[in-house]
């Protein structure tokens, strides 16, 4: 058990917690992966699909983890205990364990980040973009820079919650946002814009029908919004009690998902207009490091200012997002162990490191991990979660309103979660588990 006698951790503002959550939200996942998943899934059903999966079934689970948190105000293994008791204490294991899946290759792409944007102010962009994707990708400099990374990332946690995480996120998020904006509106400026634009907000009902584009939108929803594994759920421990939960719920989704849409804004018109479209349709997960820079590079000079500043927004996104997951195994350890958090953070954070240098050395590896990290264990977190707070939990409406007034929608909340979150979920694990079985045994060799 934590020392009882030191008072809780507290977030030092409301917007502190809210730049820290959308911070945890915002990262790789909007501009990485939601950019080769739209890519490789055909455009804007993909992003409709997507939409509807945040509203449907994200809104939901992040009220009812942001519930769990403030409520237990613990990490998410003793969460679940508080609320569930000792039977219950397995799902918060599996949130520890999907930190440490998700943080292991998570960390090797925020290296990659770092070394891109490091490049851009000192060698510029390489003349041949993927073969040097293909050097720094996998090996020793991948680990070197997977292990700055993840230095940053545990300095920061160290910090503790508000003169760390919230400091940070307080100076990262608005930058980040301005970033985009200006990246935004000089793509917009360049011949051949349109066609990016085209591309991206071309519906194609027939592709967002096919079931395993159903699969993806929900798996990267729950990604993208930092569900299923807790992290939401132990930043809103540190949260005061008279917060309202279903207003923070809405500012957090709808900022991550208008990220994630703006940041198509931003890839697709850039690499349309360089003609560096045969990259990024084959939609891999090198393809927004091998499409870009080489867009970058045919730009000269302001190439590098502007992927220069890409880079730079895309580390920050993915270090305060980092910093939520290394915060879940954090906190569940300072509650277990009655560890430091100076020394959780680096015990903790020094294992994942250890962990991900199979990532690291392999893309193959990270590849995989993605899969089942987020189609198993976020997916499978969210079921969990919603029969949790919908079936076990007493009261979730009262814990949820925090002793305010009893609102309808919450009565709307609790139906969802009790019959139409859990079913949706069901569906979508039934329909990727034969996909993410052959991941799991081709990466152990059986397959
Ligand atoms: N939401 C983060 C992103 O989009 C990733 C993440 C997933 C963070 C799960 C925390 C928990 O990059």
Do not use: C
Request: proline share 3%.
């Amino acid at each position: 058990m934590a020392d009882s006698s030191a008072p809780r951790e507290q977030w030092q503002s409301h917007w502190g917690f809210i730049l820290a959550a959308v911070g945890s939200a915002v990262g790789l996942g909007n501009m990485w992966r939601f950019s080769y998943l739209t890519a490789e899934n055909g455009g804007a059903g993909f992003v409709v699909l997507y939409l509807i999966f945040t509203v449907l079934l994200g809104l939901p689970v992040m009220l009812a983890e942001l519930t769990i948190g403030r409520g237990a105000r613990s990490g998410p293994i003793a969460a679940l205990e508080h609320y569930g008791g000792r039977s219950w204490r397995w799902l918060g294991a599996v949130f520890v364990a999907a930190g440490f899946l998700i943080l292991s290759y998570y960390g090797v792409i925020g290296g990659w980040t770092l070394r891109y944007a490091f490049e851009a102010f000192t060698i510029g962009f390489a003349d041949d973009p993927g073969a040097h994707f293909a050097v720094i990708s996998e090996g020793h400099g991948s680990f070197a820079m997977q292990v700055t990374f993840m230095a940053l990332t545990i300095a920061v946690v160290s910090g503790g919650i508000g003169a760390g995480i919230e400091r940070v996120a307080r100076i990262a998020m608005p930058a980040l946002f301005f970033i985009m904006l200006g990246i935004v509106v000089y793509a917009a400026t360049l011949d051949g814009a349109s066609e990016g634009y085209a591309y991206y907000l071309n519906f194609d009902l027939a592709k967002a029908m096919n079931l395993d584009v159903v699969v993806a939108a929900a798996g990267q929803a729950f990604f993208s919004l930092s569900l299923g594994m807790g992290a939401i759920l132990t930043f809103a421990s540190y949260l005061p009690k008279d917060s309202d939960l279903a207003n923070e719920t809405i500012v957090i989704s709808f900022a991550d998902f208008g990220v994630a849409f703006i940041a198509g804004l931003m890839v697709f018109p850039l690499i349309f207009a360089l003609g560096m479209q045969a990259e990024i349709t084959g939609g891999t997960i090198g393809a927004l490091f091998v499409a870009l820079p080489k867009a970058f590079a045919s730009m000269g000079a302001i190439g590098r200012l502007v992927g220069g500043a890409f880079f730079v927004a895309l580390v920050v996104g993915a270090l305060t997002s980092a910093i939520s997951l290394l915060e879940v195994i954090v906190s569940a350890s300072m509650d277990a162990f009655g560890w430091e958090r100076r020394k959780s953070a680096l015990l903790g954070g020094g294992a994942v490191t250890f962990m991900g240098m199979a990532s690291a050395y392999d893309i193959d590896v990270l590849g995989a991990a993605d899969t089942i990290a987020t189609n198993l264990f976020l997916v499978g977190g969210g079921l969990g979660i919603s029969i949790f707070v919908g079936w076990v939990m007493k009261d979730p409406i009262a814990e949820a309103s925090g002793g305010g007034a009893r609102s309808p929608a919450l009565g709307v909340w609790r139906v969802l979660l009790r019959f139409v979150v859990p079913l949706a979920l069901i569906g979508i694990l039934a329909q990727s588990l034969p996909g993410t079985w052959a991941t799991i045994t081709g990466l152990f060799g059986l397959g």
